[in-house]
C-alpha cells in the first residue's frame, strides 16, 4: 500500500465570485504599494487571510493500491495452424510466454484460444482479444500477443488499438512454405438435363517452381474419373453433363505438388442441381376405361410434365363399314411417335394397351429405348392375360412380370410386401400400417403373373397375394409393372379410398430416375461439426453395414451405421476438421463438407506477416518467427517510451492503482484563523491610529 499527499481548496463562494472579488483585493493591493500607503503589509497579510478563509485549503492523504496492469496471450487454433509443425511451435510459445510473463508481479496474463467455432471458416483473434479485455480500462492494458499463421480475417483499423499497448506477433510457419490450391471462378447453381453446364476454375502455385500442366481429376457422382490439365494461374473451363434431375456432386482434384504444406485445398467440390425443363410424358390408353381419368389427371396437375394423350377409339379389328372419310378420329402416328421421336419422352405409359397397330420393329424399338435409359410403366388391363398381350413382344426382356392367362375376379386389399417396405416408391405410404392390414379400400380384378427373374421387385401384392406392383431395371432404363386396372377406385373415395396421388407420383419420379426415390443410396449431410451417413438399401443385410469415412487430412476410418428401419441406416458422427468428407460403401461414394471447401481459411494457408503489419507498426508492436528459435526477451517500459525493438518486446507499465482510503487535513483551522484575522486587524489599526 502506498501513501500519496495532494493540495486540495473547497471554496465558500463559486469561483466565478470569488474570482472577481479576490482580482479586486490585488488591485487595491498594488495600488497601496504603487503609493506607498501606510499600513500596506498588513492590509496585505489581511487580505491574504481572508482569501485563504475563503478558500480553505487542506492537504488530501491517499491510501493507494497498486493496479497490476492485463497482457493477453490469444493463441490461434484454427485448422491452418495444424500444418508442418506450427502445432508444436504454438505450444512451445505458449509455454515460454507464461514463463516469462509470471516474472512481472505487477502484470496480470490472461491466455485465451480462438478455435473458429462452429466450422473454422474464419480466423478472428482480435474479437477474442476483444471479449477478454471486455471488463479491462484501456489504461490498464499493457500488451498483447497474438500467436498465429498471420492469417487472421478480422484485424481492425489501427487506430481503435490506441491507447491500449503494443501488439506482438509470433508467427509459427516458415518463411520458405509453398502451397498448391483450386480455386473455383464460377459454378452453376443448376442445370438443364440432357445439356452440360461449364464450370470454371483455377489451380495456383504458391513457392512451387513451374514444371508445366498440373493434371486435374474430374469426378462426378463418385463414377468415372477423367483428366484434364490446367496451367497454374490460368483459367480452366470444365464441361460437366447433366445427366439426371437432382444434385451432381463434381469434385475436382489437383495432383499434389511436392513439398506443399497441405493437400486439402487441393480438392474442390461443386453440387448442381438437375432440373428437367419439361418432363415429356407418352400416355397411350388402349380404350376409354374408367381409370383412364386417373393417369390423365395425375400428369396434368404437374405443370411440369407435357403430356402426349392419345385413346385408341376405334381398333383396327373394329369394322363396321364407315367410309373412312366420315370418321371424324384423328390416326394414330405410330412412325413418328415410335421411332422418329420415341428418344424425346421421359415416360412412356401403356394403359388398358393390347398388341394393335404397331408393327414388330416398333416394340424392338421401345426395348432398346428403355434400355438406353427410358422409363416405362404398364399398368394392365383385362387383354394382358391373352395373346395380344404386350409380354408377346420383344417388351418381354425388359417388362418384370409374365402373365399366367389366368384373371382373378376377387374383392382384395392391396399390400406391401416386405421387401416393398424397404423401396422409396412403397414404404411408408399414407395409410400403412406396421402392426395390421392398411386402411384402404378394396380392388376387384387382377390378372395373374409371376416375376420373370430376381431382378423382378414385387413391392405390393394383391388378391392370393400374387404379385400387383412389380418394379425392375433393364439395361440403364427403369420399368414398372401395374396388374390391376383398379387403381381409379382409390382416386373415387371408395371404401375410404387409398394412396393413389402419393404412389404414382413415387412410381412416375423413380421411374425418371429422381435421386431421392434411387432404392440404393448413400448419402452425407454435414451440420455445424457433425456428419450424418445414411444409407438405403434393397436387400436387407446380413450383418452390420460399415462405411469408410476419408476426412480433408485424408486420414479414413470405418463407421457402423445403425439400422433404423424401412430399408435405412443412420450413423452420425463428429468432424474436427473443415472441408471434404468422402463416404463409401463399397459401391457408392457420397461427400459432405464442413464450412465451405472455398473459406477464406484454406484459401490461403501460407505464413503472412503482411496482413498484420498495419497493426503492429501503429501500436509499436514486433513480429517475430518462432522458427527462427529466438529466445522471447519481454520487458516493462514506461507508456511514453518505446515498445519493441530487436530481439525484444516490451510491454507498457502504466502505473495504475486504487484508492483505499482518503484523509483531508484543513491547513488552517477555523480557530486559528479567526485568531490571526483579528490579531491582523487590531494590529493593522493601531498602526493606522497612529
Not at 564 to 577: F, L, N, W
Amino acid at each position: 500500500m502506498n501513501l500519496a499527499m495532494n493540495l486540495a481548496f473547497a471554496p465558500l463562494l463559486p469561483w466565478l465570485v470569488l474570482g472577481p472579488l479576490i482580482a479586486l483585493a490585488v488591485l487595491a493591493l498594488v495600488a497601496a504599494f504603487a503609493g506607498n500607503g501606510r499600513g500596506r503589509w498588513w492590509r496585505l497579510v489581511l487580505l491574504s487571510g481572508i482569501a485563504l478563509a475563503l478558500i480553505q485549503p487542506s492537504i488530501v492523504r491517499e491510501q493507494r493500491d497498486p493496479v497490476k496492469d492485463v497482457a493477453v496471450v490469444v493463441v490461434d487454433r484454427s485448422p491452418s495452424q495444424h500444418f508442418a509443425g506450427r502445432t508444436e511451435r504454438t505450444e512451445q510459445a505458449v509455454a515460454a510466454l507464461k514463463s516469462e510473463l509470471a516474472r512481472f508481479p505487477d502484470l496480470e496474463t490472461r491466455v485465451v484460444e480462438s478455435d473458429n467455432s462452429p466450422v473454422g471458416e474464419e480466423t478472428d483473434l482480435f474479437s477474442v482479444r476483444a471479449d477478454t479485455l471486455s471488463d479491462v480500462p484501456r489504461n490498464r492494458v499493457a500488451g498483447t500477443f497474438l500467436i498465429t499463421d498471420g492469417e487472421v480475417h478480422d484485424v481492425p483499423k489501427p487506430a481503435s488499438l490506441a491507447g491500449q499497448g503494443p501488439v506482438h506477433v509470433l508467427l509459427t510457419g516458415t518463411r520458405d512454405e509453398r502451397d498448391r490450391r483450386i480455386e473455383v471462378i464460377d459454378a452453376p447453381g443448376y442445370g438443364i438435363v440432357g445439356n452440360k453446364v461449364t464450370v470454371k476454375l483455377r489451380v495456383t502455385d504458391a513457392n512451387i517452381p513451374a514444371a508445366g500442366a498440373v493434371p486435374l481429376k474430374i469426378t462426378q457422382d463418385a463414377g468415372a474419373t477423367r483428366t484434364v490439365m490446367a496451367q497454374p494461374g490460368e483459367e480452366v473451363a470444365v464441361d460437366i453433363p447433366i445427366d439426371h434431375g437432382g444434385p451432381s456432386t463434381v469434385e475436382m482434384e489437383a495432383a499434389p505438388a511436392e513439398g506443399e504444406l497441405t493437400q486439402t485445398n487441393n480438392r474442390a467440390v461443386v453440387v448442381i442441381n438437375g432440373v428437367r425443363e419439361r418432363l415429356r410424358v407418352l400416355l397411350i390408353s388402349g380404350e376409354p376405361h374408367a381409370g383412364e381419368r386417373t393417369w390423365r389427371n395425375l400428369l396434368k396437375s404437374d405443370p411440369s410434365v407435357d403430356l402426349v394423350h392419345f385413346t385408341i377409339l376405334r381398333p383396327p379389328e373394329k369394322n363396321d363399314g364407315t367410309p373412312f372419310n366420315e370418321l371424324s378420329l384423328i390416326a394414330f402416328p405410330i412412325a413418328e411417335l415410335f421411332d422418329v421421336r420415341l428418344h424425346e419422352f421421359d415416360l412412356i405409359i401403356f394403359d388398358h394397351y393390347q398388341q394393335m397397330l404397331l408393327l414388330p420393329e416398333y416394340y424392338q424399338n421401345l426395348a432398346n429405348y428403355v434400355r438406353k435409359g427410358g422409363a416405362l410403366l404398364e399398368a394392365s388391363g383385362p387383354g394382358f392375360e391373352g395373346s395380344a398381350s404386350l409380354f408377346h413382344t420383344a417388351l418381354r426382356d425388359v417388362l418384370p412380370g409374365a402373365p399366367t392367362g389366368r384373371e382373378i375376379d376377387l374383392p382384395f386389399q392391396p399390400k406391401v410386401t416386405e421387401l416393398g417396405e424397404r423401396h422409396p416408391v412403397t414404404t411408408a405410404l399414407p395409410g400403412d400400417s406396421d402392426n395390421g392390414p392398411p386402411g384402404w379400400g378394396s380392388w376387384f380384378r387382377q390378372g395373374e403373373v409371376s416375376a420373370v427373374d430376381s431382378g423382378s421387385n414385387v413391392v405390393m401384392t394383391g388378391a392370393e397375394n400374387k404379385p400387383l406392383l412389380l418394379l425392375a431395371h433393364a439395361g440403364d432404363g427403369r420399368v414398372a409393372q401395374l396388374a390391376s386396372d383398379q387403381i381409379w377406385l382409390w382416386s373415387r373415395g371408395f371404401e375410404g379410398g387409398g394412396p393413389q396421388a402419393e404412389l404414382l407420383r413415387r412410381l412416375a419420379h423413380w421411374l425418371m430416375k429422381e435421386p431421392e426415390l434411387d432404392e440404393n443410396q448413400l448419402t452425407a449431410s454435414a451440420k455445424s461439426r457433425q456428419i450424418t451417413i445414411t444409407r438405403r438399401a434393397l436387400r436387407k443385410p446380413t450383418e452390420p453395414v460399415a462405411v469408410s469415412v476419408t476426412d480433408p487430412n485424408g486420414v479414413t476410418r470405418q463407421v457402423t451405421l445403425d439400422e433404423g428401419g424401412h430399408g435405412v441406416a443412420k450413423a452420425t458422427i463428429p468432424a474436427d476438421a473443415i472441408g471434404l468428407y468422402k463416404v463409401n460403401d463399397g459401391v457408392k461414394s457420397a461427400f459432405a463438407v464442413i464450412g465451405s471447401i472455398d473459406t477464406p481459411e484454406l484459401r490461403d494457408v501460407l505464413t503472412t506477416e503482411s496482413r498484420l503489419e498495419p497493426v503492429v507498426t501503429a501500436t509499436g508492436g514486433t513480429t517475430s518467427w518462432l522458427a527462427d528459435g529466438d529466445r522471447l526477451d519481454i520487458r516493462r517500459v514506461d507508456a511514453d517510451g518505446p515498445t519493441g525493438g530487436r530481439g525484444w518486446m516490451g510491454l507498457r507499465r502504466n502505473g495504475q492503482y486504487m484508492v483505499r482510503g482518503v484523509s483531508e487535513t484543513p491547513l488552517l483551522p477555523v480557530a486559528l484563523l479567526l485568531i490571526v484575522l483579528g490579531g491582523t486587524l487590531g494590529l493593522a489599526w493601531f498602526r493606522e491610529g497612529r
